[in-house]
């Protein structure tokens, strides 16, 4: 099993930035697809972005141009720069890695975007 600690949540105000980073506990980091989900209340839990282990990223059309997604495979970490925060982006954020014949959550981190 895999444990993802995500870090980096708060409460920012819109238009302000936050970065969120997810380290994990074993190496199989190099070999995983890494990728950054949200739920709001009220809301399924969606995609935001994904960091292929062969190299790519997708995004969510909502949060292209703003969200940037990257990893440092050593150090097993996987990061979100968020830019341009806004209301709509309150959510609280999921790490998640997937490797063949497995895949492991985060426990989540709370982003509010509140003036």
């Known amino acids: 099993q895999v444990r993802l600690v995500e870090t980096g949540g708060g409460l920012v105000q819109p238009g302000g930035s936050l970065r969120l980073s997810c380290a994990a506990s074993r190496s199989t980091f190099t070999y995983s697809d890494m990728g950054w989900y949200r739920q709001a209340p009220g809301k399924e839990r969606e995609l935001v972005a994904i960091?292929?282990?062969?190299?790519?990223?997708n995004y969510a059309d909502s949060v292209k141009g703003r969200f940037t997604i990257s990893r440092d495979n050593a150090k097993n970490t996987v990061y979100l720069q968020m830019n341009s925060l806004q209301p709509e982006d309150t959510a609280v954020y999921y790490c998640?890695?997937?490797?063949?014949?497995?895949?492991?959550w985060g426990q989540g981190t709370q982003v509010t975007v509140s003036s």
């Open positions: 960091s292929l282990n062969g190299g790519g990223t």
């Open positions: 998640h890695a997937e490797w063949y014949g497995g895949d492991s």
